[in-house]
């Protein structure tokens, strides 16, 4: 008999969704801190449809987009849960339509290869900022090319 749609999962129904080892599961709830299963008497976990989307799009970025844990902590933290839940049909959907998904997180070591070194940040809108935060910008950047420059003389 199949649960409803909205119905809470177990831990070992999750996993087999998903095809992730239980451990794994346990493993993400550490490093991912909206991952909140409801626990039971005895420690039994279970899924909310909601978690249950949450780790089918952490699993969808870590294995198929092949980002890192630390690169999915990052997007959950600038884009949220619910990006993440709907990443992997944002994805689908450009790969139809043969587009990037509206919140791409760019990569910026390719994007700095095909420019020759330099990469500018793709935006819908610019960014206002202080001349404070300019100026540190620039030393920041400074810093960087001095480091690359030393790097390179050393070769």
């Known amino acids: 008999m199949e649960k409803a749609p909205e119905a809470f999962r177990t831990i070992s129904e999750?996993?087999?969704?998903?095809?992730?080892?239980k451990h794994v599961l346990r493993f993400w709830e550490a490093k991912f801190a909206q991952l909140k299963p409801m626990k039971r008497g005895g420690g039994r976990r279970y899924y909310r449809p909601e978690d249950v989307a949450l780790l089918?799009?952490?699993?969808?970025l870590l294995y198929d987009d092949g980002y890192t844990i630390r690169g999915v902590q990052k997007i959950?933290?600038?884009?949220?849960?619910?990006?993440?839940?709907d990443y992997r049909r944002l994805s689908e959907e450009a790969e139809d339509d043969d587009l990037s998904p509206a919140h791409e997180i760019p990569d910026v070591a390719a994007?700095?290869?095909k420019s020759g070194g330099t990469y500018v940040r793709p935006t819908s809108q610019p960014r206002r900022m202080d001349g404070d935060a300019l100026c540190s910008l620039r030393e920041e950047i400074e810093a960087c090319q001095k480091?690359?420059?030393n790097a390179d003389?050393?070769?």
Do not use: S
């Open 14 to 21: 999750v996993a087999d969704e998903l095809e992730v080892p």
């Open 56 to 60: 089918r799009g952490i699993r969808f």
């Open 147 to 149: 480091l690359l420059a």
């Open 76 to 85: 959950l933290r600038e884009h949220g849960p619910r990006y993440v839940m």
């Open 111 to 113: 994007e700095a290869a």
């Open 153 to 155: 003389a050393k070769e």
